[in-house]
């Protein structure tokens, strides 16, 4: 995009356009193949207009950006030392020396301009990006019990065999579309819902057709009208393209693993159209709002739903303790991890399930069209690998896939008096998950399964949970009595105290506050400004990450950072929707002497008297018109209309005028407001 002439790319745009012709119009029924040759002509003509006005940029190597000409002449003066037999120890060691202090200097006079010559947030954001970075290594071998893989093709082999071929020995059932029995609305597509499905979508890398987020958008107003109608064809076909099927699978490893040599310490992303992702993004926002509207998924179900996060789901779990601990009881909570989990889905399967659930006709048959001969390439290394059909499984990388996955583990879904009984009701559970999920072909991996107990008092007992599997018994055991369990990014001890969520902040916030400089390095000190948006992007997230759970969130001295957060949390629980739990959990106030975190947050004895806003009051289908542009003509009678409406209010009137606008070429936006009275 950097190269692109935006003058000469909407030239070619609109000659690409012309050569379209007219969408076709709502009415004309299209067939697969008919729908295959348009999805090919509206990617040919972007791409067409794209080469004509971006010059392609190829990846070179260009060495430090830090080296200058005194490391070249200090390189030089060291080999030349070295490589002279004549050459005293002491001659070498100097010359060392004086290379080691010169890479040095260039390295601090690079990091130096660059810190004094960032002119806004971004260049600093970037930095901080550019320092988390550990590197571009290539892929160790793999190893496949005694065996080692070290070509590439031979490694994409084993990930393809390991992580995707397993699904495959399933036994799965047939598919069935029709479903007489359909509960659920599913309206038609409006224009609306494809411009947001586009312009929302953020910067993320193309697939095999190279088309980025960038280039739809720019290429909208010429080619939105036939964008709109490929979608909206799509449904009424119930056909998924097959370009939007052809995907590239890059093996990113999973950070913090120790063994890089198992095929299991990576994860196999899909690099997909971004054309076809508007679709499935659009797709994904419909399946979310029917499934909360219609309580299609448990409440706790947080996963690819809106307005759910992960504290979300994390301070629902601690008011669940609190409240069981007011009662006289106690908690125990089992993770459990589905190995492969998108990768394993069964296609007819997971039609069964929406099926059952009340999808129309036309979701199933879409979604059978997007989970059936799909094909895709690894590219490992800088090489790419043949061609091969993927026989199961969800594209990780896809916005719908999330949502689907939701809906096929939708069957999954207690408090004890003592924790054996929470333990004994878990292994129950845990069985019935394990024969469930052997059922659906879905395996769970028990290697990273936990246990964790919460209790208070002096009792130090820990219990164990015996899960049955195929294989046999597993044992899975508590954690030593001071230790916690990490989940979703927050660690759960015993007394729900949650202290060991400050250090491991502070050590990942290390990497954002590093550049932030002491007062006497005046020298390499950015702009204050500056840092202090970047604190707030990237230090203050990482450090404040579950705060509102925190028991010590008004001790100084973050004592006004996390009393923030935590009156944060008190207005977002008045900003969900009815069916949220944390909107369930204060509503249904069990006790007025049970006292949790977040019931002293929220205050729930005023809840009632605060507006409430629910984000999902409209449908997709009936907001987010598609914005226009006004022409002079349209201004003038806006203008007329209100000067008429202005002459018939009563004359004593307040009338407050608002007014904002955002930079052309900036971020930042203004606004303001002039009240009369008695005009």
Same mark, same amino acid.
């Given at each position: ?410 069957? *999954? ?5 003592? !924790?054996?009984?929470?333990? &004994?009701?878990?292994?129950?559970? +845990?069985?019935?998950? $394990? #024969? ?99 604190? *707030? ?5 990482? !450090?404040?990450?579950?705060? &509102?759970?925190?028991?010590?969130? +008004?001790?100084?001295? $973050? #004592? ?120």
């Amino acid at each position: 995009m950097a190269t692109m002439q935006e003058d000469i790319f909407h030239l070619a745009i609109h000659k690409e356009a012309a050569a379209l012709g007219e969408p076709p119009p709502a009415q004309l029924d299209l067939t697969p193949e008919a729908l295959d040759q348009y999805t090919s002509a509206i990617i040919q003509a972007i791409k067409n207009a794209l080469e004509a006005s971006t010059k392609r940029a190829h990846a070179h190597p260009s060495g430090h950006r830090w080296w200058n000409d005194d490391c070249q002449e200090a390189v030089l003066a060291l080999q030349g030392a070295a490589q002279d037999p004549d050459s005293p120890l002491t001659e070498i060691e100097a010359a060392q020396r004086t290379f080691r202090c010169t890479v040095c200097q260039a390295k601090r006079h690079y990091w130096c301009t660059q810190l004094d010559n960032f002119s806004d947030s971004k260049g600093i954001v970037k930095a901080i990006k550019w320092s988390r970075t550990e590197g571009s290594f290539p892929t160790p071998p793999l190893k496949d019990g005694n065996r080692t893989h070290t070509t590439a093709n031979a490694k994409a082999e084993l990930l393809v065999k390991t992580l995707l071929q397993k699904a495959a020995c399933a036994e799965d059932i047939p598919i069935n579309c029709s479903n007489p029995e359909a509960t659920l609305p599913f309206p038609n597509i409006t224009t609306g819902e494809v411009y947001q499905a586009i312009f929302r979508a953020k910067s993320s890398t193309p697939g095999q057709d190279e088309i980025s987020n960038d280039v739809l958008k720019k290429a909208w107003p010429v080619i939105g009208p036939h964008i709109s109608a490929l979608y909206k064809h799509c449904i009424t076909t119930e056909w998924h393209p097959t370009l939007f099927r052809q995907a590239i699978l890059v093996a990113l490893p999973k950070p913090g693993k120790k063994d890089y040599s198992s095929p299991r310490s990576y994860r196999l992303i899909s690099l997909l159209s971004t054309l076809g992702k508007g679709l499935e993004r659009l797709m994904a926002r419909r399946l979310a709002w029917i499934a909360i509207r219609h309580k299609v998924l448990h409440p706790q179900q947080f996963g690819a739903l809106p307005c759910r996060s992960a504290t979300d789901l994390a301070a629902a779990l601690v008011h669940d303790i609190e409240e069981a601990w007011a009662r006289g009881l106690f908690a125990s909570m089992l993770t459990l991890d589905i190995k492969g989990a998108f990768h394993a889905v069964l296609q007819g399967r997971l039609t069964q399930r929406l099926c059952s659930q009340g999808w129309p006709p036309t979701v199933l048959r879409w979604v059978s069209s997007f989970t059936q001969d799909r094909t895709a390439a690894i590219r490992l290394d800088e090489h790419q690998s043949p061609t091969f059909t993927v026989p199961a499984g969800l594209p990780q990388g896809s916005p719908v896939s999330p949502i689907l996955f939701m809906l096929y583990v939708e069957p *999954i879904f207690k408090i004890g008096k003592s !924790l054996e009984e929470n333990t &004994v009701r878990l292994q129950n559970i +845990a069985t019935d998950l $394990m #024969e469930w999920g052997q059922r659906e072909g879905l395996t769970f991996d028990l290697a990273k399964t936990e246990l964790q107990h919460f209790a208070r008092g002096w009792k130090k007992n820990n219990p164990t949970c015996s899960i049955q599997t195929p294989e046999g018994i597993v044992i899975i055991n508590h954690p030593q009595f001071n230790e916690a369990t990490r989940w979703l990014g927050i660690w759960f001890d015993r007394k729900l105290k949650i202290k060991n969520t400050h250090p491991n902040a502070g050590c990942e916030g290390q990497t954002g506050s590093q550049w932030h400089p002491s007062p006497c390095q005046h020298s390499m000190r950015a702009k204050a400004p500056l840092l202090r948006q970047a604190t *707030i992007a990237c230090v203050v997230p990482v !450090l404040c990450y579950g705060a &509102v759970l925190h028991r010590e969130s +008004a001790i100084p001295p $973050m #004592e006004l950072l996390l009393d923030q957060r935590r009156r944060s949390l008190a207005i977002r629980v008045h900003q969900l929707d009815t069916q949220h739990p944390l909107h369930l959990l204060v509503i249904h106030q069990p006790s007025r002497y049970i006292s949790t975190r977040l019931l002293r947050a929220v205050d729930p004895k005023n809840f009632h008297l605060i507006e409430q806003v629910d984000p999902l009051l409209l449908s997709p289908w009936d907001s987010n018109p598609e914005p226009k542009e006004q022409s002079a003509t349209m201004k003038i009678q806006a203008r007329d209309a209100f000067q008429r409406w202005l002459a018939c209010i009563p004359p004593l009137s307040t009338v407050v005028y608002t007014d904002g606008s955002k930079g052309k070429d900036s971020k930042t936006t203004g606004a303001g407001w002039v009240g009369y009275w008695g005009m």
